[in-house]
């Protein structure tokens, strides 16, 4: 299902069950999987693989150079995972050599119209970026985030899993699991207590996050000595035990 105006390199691997729209160009070393949809008037350049089911709607560019002046034409890649839907004017770049030289899309993401996913990004699964969501270089986007409309992350940030950012939050720091952010710079403004219901938490398990909050926020401790006990109580409570662990592993430090 190729539209006699799109353009396909003959290099390209196009699954039968693909389908390309008006007007739509598919460069050299790009494969689309089964049953992937690309609309009309859609950019993919290459190496870029997208995988089973993915939409791409009309005006996206995808696979594009990264716009960064160190890069000089090094083969990187992009790599879309299965079930995504990108919406209008999205644009998603390739890697760099400064990193592992490849940006990740995981599965079922829903990316909305004029987002822009920098090189060298990791999205994980089931993440939602609202219009003209922006993401820097290098960033990481945990498994089930939200990032509201005209929310910007800083480069080699990371936002963590089932945490929430409001509309127009410009993030300079990690986000932890289960915190929503706004503000710019961003703040710390509770926990994403409707994401984790709607995710099927326990009323028990929201309640332990909460006791972890207000050990991270509200209690005045160092950060060292929040994630000592932070640590204990992800022993009890195992829903804990994903925030304790963020904690450790930032590089840029926390929305305090």
Not at 201 to 215: H, M, P, T
């Amino acid at each position: 299902m190729i539209h006699p105006t799109a353009i396909v390199d003959p290099s390209a691997e196009v699954d039968a069950s693909a389908e390309v729209g008006a007007y739509s160009i598919i460069g050299a070393k790009v494969v689309l999987g089964a049953e992937v949809w690309i609309g009309p008037h859609v950019v993919v350049q290459g190496p870029t693989a997208i995988g089973e089911g993915t939409r791409i709607f009309q005006f996206a560019s995808i696979g594009e150079q990264p716009q960064d002046k160190k890069y000089r034409g090094e083969p990187t890649r992009l790599e879309i995972g299965r079930r995504n839907t990108i919406r209008e004017y999205v644009t998603i770049n390739r890697g760099t050599l400064q990193d592992e030289g490849c940006t990740r899309l995981g599965d079922d993401n829903w990316i909305m119209a004029y987002v822009h996913i920098a090189h060298d990004c990791r999205i994980g699964n089931d993440v939602i970026m609202a219009n003209n969501a922006s993401l820097a270089g290098h960033v990481q986007i945990d498994d089930h985030a939200i990032l509201g409309g005209f929310s910007l992350v800083h480069q080699f940030c990371r936002v963590g899993r089932h945490s929430f950012l409001q509309f127009g939050a410009g993030l300079n720091r990690d986000v932890p699991p289960y915190v929503v952010a706004a503000g710019l710079p961003g703040e710390p403004r509770g926990i994403n207590a409707e994401g984790l219901r709607r995710h099927g938490f326990s009323a028990a398990e929201i309640q332990a996050v909460k006791r972890a909050y207000r050990l991270l926020y509200r209690q005045g401790l160092r950060l060292e000595d929040a994630l000592t006990q932070l640590q204990t109580l992800a022993e009890e409570e195992p829903v804990v035990a994903p925030l304790a662990a963020f904690i450790g592993s930032s590089r840029r430090g926390l929305i305090r």
